[in-house]
Structure formats: C-alpha cells, structure tokens
C-alpha cells in the first residue's frame, strides 16, 4: 500500500471522538426527556470509553440533562445497589405529581462484570424499575462483550432486551454476534 492509500484510508477512518459523538447524538436529543430508553454500549478500550464519557455529558449538558458517570469497577454489587436504591418504582414520585422533573443520564461503567452465574442477584430486582424510570436515563458501559451479550441478549436472563445496544459497527468485536442462549 502507497503512502497515499494510507493515508487516505485513516482519513476515512473516524475518530474515537467521532463515533462517540455521533453515538451521543442519537442517544442524547431534544427528545430525549420524552423518549429516552435504556441502552448498552460495548467500548473497545480506555479511550473509547473516556470519549464516549466525555462526549455523552457534553451533549446532555446542551440538553440541560443532568449527567453522572459511575464506576462500578472497584465495588460492582455495591455501587449498583446504591444506583438501584435511588429507584422508587417504575415512575418517580416528582414525576406522578405532576412537575416537571428533568431526567439525569446515568453511565454506568464496567457494567459487564456482572456477566457471569456468579452476580445474578444485584443486576436483576431493578428490570421493571429501570425500563420504566423518568427519573433517570440509564447508559450501561462495558467492554467485555460476552459478558454483555450474557446479560442482554439471551432469553435466559432476566435482563433480555432490557436495554437496546448502541455500539457502533466500528466497535463490534469480530467474535460471533449470535445472541447468547
């Protein structure tokens, strides 16, 4: 390949920053308060992830949406049951009064160290909750992607289709794509 070519195709390549910026901009809009929905993203590494933070907050702050990242790496059970214990049922007791309530994105990163036997239990009480929340717009990050295809796409488990998958073709790994049964 010429140096030309090669440059070419890097050119045609986008950029971490790109893709995660087009990804927050299908996933953060002027909708969103109305119409946002759960969803899941596999980061391929380090960088992608801080761009996909870094871009996600951006957009939800010029959608004046209030955004928290949490890391559930260090302390996975435990982190998630203190994000879990801020759920008071399938809509948020401002939003059944009738004020207005601005819904906060929640990127939950390292997400997939519950995909495995071994961490059903806090990962599976908040589905119903979660699916239906107006308080929150829950973002669910990982980056080992059998471990999130175990939680997501097998019919098996309860968090089946709980969350739609937003990663980009760019970043699918090359291992089999078939859902997880």
Not at 46 to 71: F, K, L, N, S, Y
Not at 103 to 123: K, M, N, R, V, Y
Not at 141 to 151: E, K
Request: aromatic content about 10%; charged content about 25%.
């Amino acid at each position: 390949m010429s140096d030309r070519e090669g440059y070419r195709m890097a050119a045609a390549t986008p950029t971490l920053e790109a893709i995660a910026a087009r990804l927050a901009g299908g996933f953060i809009h002027r909708l969103t308060p109305l119409l946002g929905t759960p969803a899941r993203l596999i980061c391929p590494s380090d960088g992608a992830e801080q761009a996909i933070v870094v871009a996600m907050t951006r957009a939800a702050a010029v959608q004046a949406i209030p955004a928290e990242v949490i890391d559930l790496r260090p302390a996975p059970a435990e982190r998630l049951d203190a994000v879990t214990a801020r759920l008071d049922g399938w809509q948020s007791e401002a939003a059944d009064s009738g004020d207005h309530v601005v819904q906060s994105l929640l990127i939950l990163l390292g997400f997939d160290a519950f995909g495995d036997d071994t961490q059903d239990g806090p990962t599976y009480p908040f589905r119903s909750k979660f699916q239906f929340d107006r308080k929150f717009l829950w973002l669910f990050v990982g980056r080992d992607a059998s471990r999130m295809r175990f939680l997501f796409d097998s019919y098996r488990r309860p968090l089946y289709r709980a969350a739609g998958d937003i990663t980009p073709d760019d970043w699918q790994p090359n291992e089999c794509k078939e859902p997880v049964v």
